[in-house]
């Protein structure tokens, strides 16, 4: 009893009130047997392959691929966060609206990996452009360089197509 003589309510019960995670895709290794987990894994695979192409390139123009490096490095991380978070079942404990942030992370991954694709696709084109050396006129990416960066371009491609598909699938289980 308070001092008014009015019995004192019990404290609310966290678990009654926060509502269920809100989630339409399976946790745990279920996410792998659904498009939406298989499009991710492919978005790791070929961004992995844009990271590792860009790298072995040596950046010749690194104003440009630092960008694309950035991108490909960061969204393959998160990516592999994301993936992980299913695998391991921990979207069902993180009170979240899941399929927004799927939504939201796709969009946003989608946005900065065809900027990344247009410029590295940009650098690739710089193949002809002659650049002045000390001694000799030089093309400014030799040919071993250039078809790496022709391979890094439609990998990138690739990589930007499977963000789009995953962010139209999440835009599906967002707004249905």
Known sequence: ???????????????VSFPAP??????????????SGAFVCLEILFGGLVWILVASSNVPLPL?????????????LFSLLFLGLFLSGMVTQI??????LDFAYHFTVF?????????????????????????TVQPLLSDNQY?????ATIFAFVTTACYGCSLGLALRRWRP
């Open 147 to 151: 078809n790496i960066n022709v391979a």
């Open 111 to 135: 946005v900065f990996y065809f900027g990344a694709f247009l410029l590295e696709a940009a650098a690739t084109s710089l193949h002809d452009l002659r650049c002045n050396t000390t001694v």
């Open 64 to 76: 440009l691929q630092g960008w694309v490096m950035f991108v490909s490095v960061t969204a393959f």
């Open 95 to 100: 009170d979240a609206n899941w399929n927004f």
């Open 22 to 35: 809100r989630i339409t895709l399976p946790a745990g290794p279920d996410i792998l047997r659904t498009y």
């Open 1 to 15: 009893m308070s001092a008014g003589g009015a019995p004192v309510p019990p404290p609310p019960n966290p678990a």
